[in-house]
């Protein structure tokens, strides 16, 4: 018999979809039960409470959350995310119900025994509910008090060398695709820059200054399988800027049938003969390839590397050997402003270590500006529409380049300084009005 | 500035607002300070450090406030 009848929560389960609230029921079961005997820190009765309180939520329609506290571990402004339920003593396992988020590792390979190590401690001081992943990509571990937060990331650092990630105002955990570990797109090590980035900005990691949250995300290429375009305030996406290498062999294997499109992703169903046509050459955003005859031809410099042919035709067509990342800014989820995706600020950038360009010439200079200018709550992306690309441009020494320009009247103005200007604003009105009449 | 100098002048004009206002952002901190916001950065981590300023955080935004004040800390018993 549950803690707590549940009868909103119970009709959710009846959908077709797995249920966060079936799996809540196992875990308070399990709890309950105790087979491994766990000396749990926190209350055995966590989850029965989580479902009591969210069925009570759904009746009044009214969130039983506080918003926020100053639980944290000791100098560090994030990481734990302070949540306390304003009816403690009916709800006494959820009173405390902080978060923490983990910087899970570069694209996101674990061993099982890791795995395992992290979910013994979280059942041991926490809730057991984790969250793989959130958003931000961290591996979320949801629930536990305010006395164990110390505990758990004692643990956490000298016994699995395993950090706390980025929350509030601060550089959130920087995360990245699985990138060359496993993926022949990849025109960039994005764990090697992701590790070497979130080393590097440790300080800016922990210890919140900014004037709200900051994300960093890595794509290998442009598939965006971080969605770092949509969502980071900084987007590094893998490109290349010698062409398309074609193997025209394996083109008229495509053709002909012997390899399957997309490699056999959509098999499960009959679409018909593959054609080149519809399926690949009519598709380019860009119309830059054709047929000529039994050769595929890719006008290269028109190519804006959507990555579509090389999707469907992975093994004829490979992504070019001169490397490296365009970097984007500003993406963001709506709070303040509307949703927003990330602007074209390098086109072109080499991505090898220690990554100092990127770091001296991007990264930094755009801080300085966003800590300065930015108001309270303000995203880059906002504070690039308010002062402007220009201003962006300013701040950062780089040249205004046509690719920036995202569509006609929305930002294509540049103008000129007077000091830029060869003789100035001044002109010699008798001089003028001898060629152009009142 | 030194910091023992730039400490006491955050403290008094965090002090001084008091009555109204327990919890800062960032930015308002470094205008106080009248410094860049990295040079700002430097004294307020050690004064955290120091445990005169505490962080508060909804999980989205972080803000400041001296050690023990605010109405959290006196929900949680902590004062
Ligand atoms: C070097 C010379 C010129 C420059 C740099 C220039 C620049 C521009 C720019 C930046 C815009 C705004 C584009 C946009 O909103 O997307 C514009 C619009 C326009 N320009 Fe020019 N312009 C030039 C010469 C001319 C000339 C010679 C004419 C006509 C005799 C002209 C007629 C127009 C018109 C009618 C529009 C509005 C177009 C529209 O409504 O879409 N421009 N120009
Ligand atoms: C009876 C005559 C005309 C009609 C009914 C007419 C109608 C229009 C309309 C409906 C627009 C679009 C306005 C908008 O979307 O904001 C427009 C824009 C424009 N028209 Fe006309 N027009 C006429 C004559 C002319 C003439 C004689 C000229 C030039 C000598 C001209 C130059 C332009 C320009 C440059 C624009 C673009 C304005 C801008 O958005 O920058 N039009 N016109
Ligand atoms: S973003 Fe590109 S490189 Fe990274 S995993 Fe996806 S397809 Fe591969
Ligand atoms: S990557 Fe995209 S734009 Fe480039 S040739 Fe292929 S389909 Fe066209």
Redesign the interface.
């Known amino acids: 018999m549950a803690k707590h009848p549940t009868p909103m929560l119970d009709q959710l389960e009846s959908g077709p979809w797995p249920s966060f609230v079936s799996d809540l029921k196992q875990l308070a079961e399990a709890r309950a039960q105790n087979k491994e005997g766990v000396e749990f820190q926190i209350p055995a009765d966590v989850a029965e409470d989580l479902l009591g309180i969210l069925e009570l939520s759904y009746k009044h329609g009214r969130t039983h959350w ?5 639980v ?1 571990v000791f ?1 560090y ?2 990481g ?5 339920c304003d009816q403690p003593e009916e709800f006494s396992g959820v009173a405390h119900f902080h ?1 923490m988020r983990i910087n899970q590792p570069g694209g996101k390979f674990y061993t099982s025994e890791y795995l395992r190590n992290l979910c013994d401690l979280w059942d041991f001081r926490g809730s057991g509910i984790t969250n793989m992943h959130g958003s931000t990509g961290d591996i979320i571990f949801l629930g536990t008090t ?1 006395p164990q937060l110390e505990e758990i990331f004692f643990e956490l650092t000298h016994k699995y060398n395993q950090d706390l990630g980025g ?4 550089l959130r955990t920087p995360s990245d695709c699985i990138g060359q570990a496993r993926c022949e797109y990849a025109c960039y090590d994005t764990q090697a820059m992701c590790y070497d980035l979130t080393q590097e900005y440790q ?1 800016e990691l922990h ?7 900051f994300k960093f995300k890595f794509d290998g290429c442009p598939n965006c399988c971080v969605a770092s375009i949509a969502r980071a305030d900084f987007s590094f996406i893998g490109t290349w800027r010698d062409n398309i290498k074609i193997d025209q062999k394996a083109v008229q294997a495509y053709i002909g049938g012997e390899i399957p499109p997309n490699a056999g992703a959509h098999s499960g169903r009959d679409w018909g003969k593959f054609d080149i046509q519809a399926e690949v050459i009519d598709l380019c955003p860009t119309e830059c390839m054709a047929m000529d005859g039994k050769t595929l031809k890719i006008n290269d410099k028109e190519c804006n590397r959507c990555m579509h042919c090389i999707n469907v035709m992975p093994r004829a067509l490979r992504i070019g050997d001169d490397r490296g990342v365009s970097v984007l800014a500003g993406a963001k989820a709506p ?1 303040l402003d509307g949703a927003q995706m990330g602007t074209l600020i390098v086109p072109f950038i080499s991505a090898e270590p220690p990554y100092t360009e990127i770091k001296e010439t991007v990264i930094e200079p755009i801080w ?1 500006w966003w ?2 200018e ?1 108001k ?2 303000e995203r880059l992306g906002e504070l690039m529409k308010r002062q402007g690309l220009q201003k962006l441009l300013e701040v950062t020494g780089l040249n205004p380049d046509p690719r920036m320009v995202q569509e006609p009247r929305s930002n294509p103005y540049i103008f000129w300084n007077e000091d830029e200007v060869e003789g100035g604003w001044e002109r010699d009105i008798n001089e003028f009005r001898k060629d152009h009449r009142r | 500035m030194e910091y023992e100098e730039a400490k006491e002048k955050l403290v008094a004009a965090l002090q001084k607002k008091q009555k109204t206002k327990s919890k800062f952002y960032f930015n308002d901190l470094a205008k106080i300070l009248e410094a860049k916001p990295r040079d700002a950065k430097k004294v307020i981590n050690r004064m955290v450090q120091e445990q005169v300023l505490e962080y508060w955080s909804s999980g989205s935004t972080s803000l400041y406030g001296l050690h023990g004040t605010g109405k959290q800390a006196a929900a949680e018993h902590e004062d």
């Open positions: 506080k918003h926020g506290g100053i944290g100098g402004g994030g734990v995310i302070g949540r306390y978060t305010t929350s509030g105002s601060n300080d210890r919140p200054a900014f004037p709200y949250k709070i300085d800590m300065e930015g309270n709550r």
